[in-house]
T-cell receptor, first 113, second 116 residues
Framework: SQTIHQWPATLVQPVGSPLSLECTVEGTSNPNLYWYRQAAGRGLQLLFYSVGIGQISSEVPQNLSASRPQDRQFILSSKKLLLSDSGFYLC????????????FGPGTRLLVL | AQTVTQSQPEMSVQEAETVTLSCTYDTSESDYYLFWYKQPPSRQMILVIRQEAYKQQNATENRFSVNFQKAAKSFSLKISDSQLGDAAMYFCAYNAGGTSYGKLTFGQGTILTVHP
């Protein structure tokens, strides 16, 4: 069966510091991968998605970037965090090509002080 | 652009009773998919049920069922025999067919409280 992992689970970072959140998927190959942000416990905003290694699409301009160095690894990064980057970050995967259902990881709580 | 609207910020239900959560969406596509996700206090998103637009039959998963009205662009979730563990925030989500790469558009969510 497929499993999706995210770490760290919680992160407290000062403004201006760098960020790296990692997401990995097990038990499948060539998945579509997604990063979402959820602010204030309401609504999820799609940040990035990837359909293959090195292929990243950005949905909204922001202080963040994403990379996919391996088939089942998706990384969310920032060079300098802003207060507004605080939130709950969720990674998700769906089967490539014909898959539509997304399956979510446990999420990372990020607090920028 | 597609939009998803959940008009009920909060709902409550007595244990063992039935509750219906509303969702409407706006799209010009004919091929798409609709989902309900549950987010308990742990905040992990859990798939509850999925509906393909080309299917006329409403999806069911145990105590969870949907009322899919394609012409009205409505997709409500009915929870029967509510349990304390059903308490969570519920999100309706839309995914266009074709080459949308599975991108989901979410509603703003409905907080469901279950009273013992």
């Amino acid at each position: 069966s497929q499993t999706i992992h995210q770490w760290p689970a919680t992160l407290v970072q000062p403004v201006g510091s760098p960020l790296s959140l990692e997401c990995t998927v097990e038990g499948t190959s060539n998945p579509n991968l997604y990063w979402y942000r959820q602010a204030a416990g309401r609504g999820l905003q799609l940040l990035f998605y990837s359909v293959g290694i090195g292929q990243i699409s950005s949905e909204v301009p922001q202080n963040l970037s994403a990379s996919r160095p391996q088939d089942r690894q998706f990384i969310l990064s920032s060079k300098k965090l802003l207060l507004s980057d605080s939130g709950f970050y969720l990674c998700a995967w769906s089967p490539g090509v014909a898959g539509r259902t997304q399956y979510f990881g446990p999420g990372t709580r990020l607090l920028v002080l | 652009a597609q939009t998803v609207t959940q008009s009920q910020p909060e709902m409550s239900v007595q244990e063992a009773e039935t509750v219906t959560l509303s969702c409407t969406y706006d799209t010009s596509e004919s091929d798409y998919y609709l989902f309900w996700y549950k987010q308990p206090p742990s905040r992990q998103m859990i798939l509850v049920i999925r509906q393909e637009a080309y299917k006329q039959q409403n999806a069911t998963e145990n105590r969870f069922s949907v009322n899919f009205q394609k012409a009205a662009k409505s997709f409500s979730l009915k929870i029967s025999d509510s349990q304390l563990g059903d308490a969570a925030m519920y999100f309706c989500a839309y995914n266009a067919g074709g080459t949308s790469y599975g991108k989901l558009t979410f509603g703003q969510g409905t907080i469901l409280t279950v009273h013992p």
